[in-house]
């Protein structure tokens, strides 16, 4: 087939037929603010992940002083560091989904810091099972070992993060009215501790506190002014626009409507609740969502600037107010769920409602910010 | 060259982008999000509580599955063999799997079918049973360490181009429970993506029969032969073991994670595997039924992504060339779809390139390993949709039942038997129109 070039031209001829059925034909003109909302957005992306890791350090501090002078003081001080650490935290799953630095792929540490659920087993001793788990192995505990141990591509992590960290202060949840209960004894290494492997219970946990940093760090200093990455995403307005969108979709209806909740109620399972052990599951929802609001509005601590409602106002006002309220309807209903979490979606209780409100108005959330989508002409493709 | 620049323009009203092209999952599919989160969306015209189903099942395909009995008892009963923790384990972001770049173990992504010969064909292995776990709860021996290694095959283009085909070995050391048998056979397959399924499904057995022609009866080189699976058409699976979604989805439950549903109420553990029969269960079954149905959801509803740039020049031209070569006779690019337990699956023109019957694909793809109708040579012809995205969603550009091919090029060269002449007219064709081929290939 010698005759490309007459193939090519004759296809040019005869074959344009556009049939775009369906799809929309935008030509949109950004609004002039979108670079500045961007730019605000960096901002809130970096101060609330400088919040987390500030946090994290606290909480390590707590963790050491626990390992090292286990008492009942010393365990509060470190659950009270752990509920402190999250709310910070869960404000930046709205940067998820995007294969930032917090999820590419390649070396996003995301499954390190926050899987769930935890293999309980496989970390400590059960109420089934004494001398189950890496701490009363021969294992060795240290940085390296720990996420070697959850190393296996695409797969959710069990052996660190968060939820780690909250089974070894908390425990397994065996109460219907309280969450979990280890004594601080399990940390005490003369002869008046309770369980065993007191020695590298402690070290476990102070290795994954300080891994949990670590990774907390490593998303940070990628989002600090002048590295690559934030360079990068502030100089293609338009797709970091449309990224910091994508999380807020993502968020809301596949994440925290859907896998937290939803399949919460579905599986009507007590414990199916992602802080389980310290029973802090509500500040789950409440700090998820009110991360997608920081978006939103362009505004998280001090900061305090445009928002992507500013843009979207621009375009379509109305939108941007249906989205404004909705945000805030979800924020309420969130804040009126009853804590703890586990009772709201116990088979049968009241709190079925609750969380059945929370999740359609996420869902709805979810609709309107896909209209924005839409809107601005970002469905069908992404320039990559 | 007059003469066929006119037959060219008058016939190529047939090459343009035909009705609905756009739109590889008819009303289903996913015009919002592409990139790395292309084979994430629900179909996009879902009853709402389908939708919310859909959610739902995406929790349970997403996470992990821990060791029974734990807190969270709706998700334990993983093992005690297995070969992920998480359907997404090998489906990540309902992509699909790949042979680890440095064939070590463990091998996410890709699984090993077991089978020795028996009084009434091909069996499990009374031992290690019909596929090989290569992970395990603690305390329970994993069933042995695979590995791969590779062979460079070397060759020419006609017209001189030089490529590398890498041919796989499988090594499968410190077997966990007695010397492997003498005979065994096996079969590496990587996991498949999630878009469309409920689609395919829906695809008529009338259709899938129409196509069949086992024994060449129209002389075009083609013999497609429909699987069988308990008496039904088998579409899923590379060999189309499974006939239907919900059997897919048992099946890999318990073959790949360990877990029991009312309709595979065992897992892959032998009686002769002690270790792994000692162990508790999560509950019988493991999975509960409505958890299984919203499993079973998700896995029909997952959304075919949108065309990115079905009426570029360049895609048409390969569009065309891709016909000419006969890729068509077996990648048979539509269908309507049938009745389908989501209505919004039904009634849908759809494009998933695929016949979903079974070829001979020569002696180099073959793995030896009859399944059901399927002889050690045949494999069920995979849907292209989605082949363009797979780089954004898994991270690689990996094809074939093993993952052999680094890329759609090798595909293409690898294809043998009754696709033989498909691909020496691919071979043959100058290079920029190899180049548009793939490039059709790519928008898909």
Excluded at chain 1, 218 to 234: K, L, M
Excluded at chain 1, 365 to 372: H, I, K, S
Excluded at chain 2, 135 to 156: F, K, M
């Amino acid at each position: 087939m010698r005759y490309l070039p007459l193939l090519a031209l004759a296809l040019t001829l005869g074959c344009n037929s556009k049939d775009r059925s369906g799809l929309e034909d935008t030509a949109l003109s950004w609004p002039d603010n979108t670079e500045a909302a961007v730019l605000n957005y960096t901002a809130i992306v970096e101060a609330t992940y400088a919040d987390s890791l500030a946090a994290a350090e606290t909480l390590n501090a707590a963790l050491e002083a626990l390992a090292s002078a286990p008492s009942q003081a010393a365990l509060d001080d470190a659950r009270t560091s752990w509920l402190d650490s999250r709310e910070p935290y869960l404000q930046t799953e709205v940067f998820r989904f995007y294969d930032g630095p917090i999820d590419n792929p390649d070396d996003g540490p995301e499954g390190l810091i926050n899987a769930w659920p935890m293999d309980e087993h496989y970390v400590d001793y059960t109420i089934d099972d004494p001398a189950t788990g890496i701490v009363n192995s021969d294992e060795p505990i240290d940085a390296g070992s720990l996420e070697e141990l959850n190393e296996s591509g695409g797969e959710a992590n069990i052996a660190t993060g968060y939820h780690a960290i909250e089974f070894l202060l908390w425990g397994q949840d065996l109460s219907d009215t309280g969450p979990g209960d280890r004594p601080f004894t399990d940390y005490v290494t003369d002869s008046s501790g309770t369980a065993t492997n007191q020695d590298r219970r402690g070290l476990y946990l102070t290795t994954a506190g300080g891994l949990l940093a670590g990774h907390l760090s490593q998303v940070h200093e990628q989002w600090t002014p002048g590295a690559d990455y934030r360079t990068r995403f502030e100089a293609d307005p338009q797709t970091g626009f449309e990224k910091a969108l994508t999380g807020m979709i993502i968020l809301s209806g596949f994440e925290t409507g859907g896998e937290r909740l939803q399949a919460a109620l579905d599986s009507k399972s007590q414990e199916d609740e992602h802080s389980c052990f310290s029973d802090n599951t509500h500040r789950d929802m409440i700090q998820d969502i009110q991360g997608v609001q920081n978006v939103w509005v362009g505004s998280y601590g001090s900061i305090n600037g445009v928002g992507l409602r500013d843009v979207v106002s621009e375009v379509d006002a109305a939108l941007a107010g249906a989205v404004d309220d909705r945000i805030a309807e979800s924020l309420s209903l969130a804040n009126a769920l009853q804590p703890p979490f586990d009772q709201e979606i116990a088979a049968g209780s009241a709190g079925n409602a609750r969380v059945e409100a929370l999740i359609v108005s996420l869902r709805a959330q979810e609709e309107l910010l896909f209209e924005v989508f839409e809107v601005f002409g970002l469905a069908v493709t992404i320039p990559e | 060259m007059t003469t066929i620049l006119l037959a060219l323009i008058t016939g190529c009203a047939s090459e343009g982008v035909e009705e609905g092209e756009w739109l590889p999952g008819g009303e289903t599919t996913n015009t919002l999000l592409l990139g790395g989160n292309a084979f994430l969306m629900p179909s996009q015209n879902l009853e709402p509580e389908d939708e919310q189903d859909f959610y739902s099942g995406n929790s349970f395909f997403n996470l992990s599955w821990v060791e029974a009995p734990a807190s969270t008892d709706a998700r334990d009963g993983l093992g005690p063999l297995f070969n992920a923790r998480s359907c997404s384990g090998c489906h990540f972001r309902d992509g699909r799997g790949a042979p680890p770049d440095d064939g070590a173990a463990p091998l996410a992504g890709l699984l090993i079918r077991l089978s020795v010969d028996g009084p009434d064909g091909p069996e499990p292995d009374p031992i290690y049973g019909g596929q090989l776990q290569d992970l395990a709860n603690p305390g329970v021996p994993v069933e042995a360490i695979p590995s791969i290694t590779w062979t460079a095959i070397d060759e020419r283009y006609p017209d001189g181009t030089p490529y590398r085909l890498t041919a796989p070995s499988y090594h499968l050391e410190q077997p966990g429970y007695g010397p492997l048998p003498a005979g065994l056979m096996i079969s590496p397959r990587v996991a498949p993506q999630m878009i469309g399924l409920g689609l395919l499904e829906a695809i008529p057995e009338d259709r899938i029969a129409e196509l069949s022609d086992p024994g060449d009866a129209d002389d075009d080189g083609i013999s497609g032969r429909i699987q069988r699976s308990g008496g039904v058409v088998g579409r899923f699976g590379w060999k189309g073991e499974a006939a239907d979604v919900p059997h897919q989805v048992a099946g890999a439950f318990a073959g790949d994670m360990g877990l029991t549903s009312a309709l595979v109420p065992a897992d892959d553990c032998t009686d002769a595997q002690t270790a792994c029969r000692d162990e508790p269960d999560g509950g019988v079954p493991e999975i509960d039924g409505d958890v299984f149905e919203l499993v079973a959801l998700y896995s029909r509803a997952v959304a075919p992504p949108v065309r990115r740039a079905a009426d570029s020049e360049v895609v048409l031209l390969g569009k065309a060339l891709f016909k000419d070569a006969g890729c068509a006779l077996c990648h048979v690019p539509s269908h309507t779809t049938g009745a389908s337990p989501l209505s919004a699956l039904e009634d849908q023109l759809i494009w998933p390139y695929t016949d979903l019957l079974l070829h001979d694909m020569g002696e180099g793809l073959a793995d030896g390993r009859p399944v059901g109708e399927a002889s050690g040579r045949e494999w069920k012809t995979p849907p292209l949709w989605g082949l363009g995205l797979i780089e954004d969603v898994s991270g690689h550009t990996r094809f074939l039942h093993d993952g052999r091919a680094r890329s759609l090029e090798e595909a293409v060269l690898w294809h043998g038997g009754e696709a033989r002449d498909s691909r020496d007219a691919f071979a043959n064709l100058h290079a920029d129109e190899r180049r548009a081929l793939l490039s059709f290939l790519e928008d898909l």
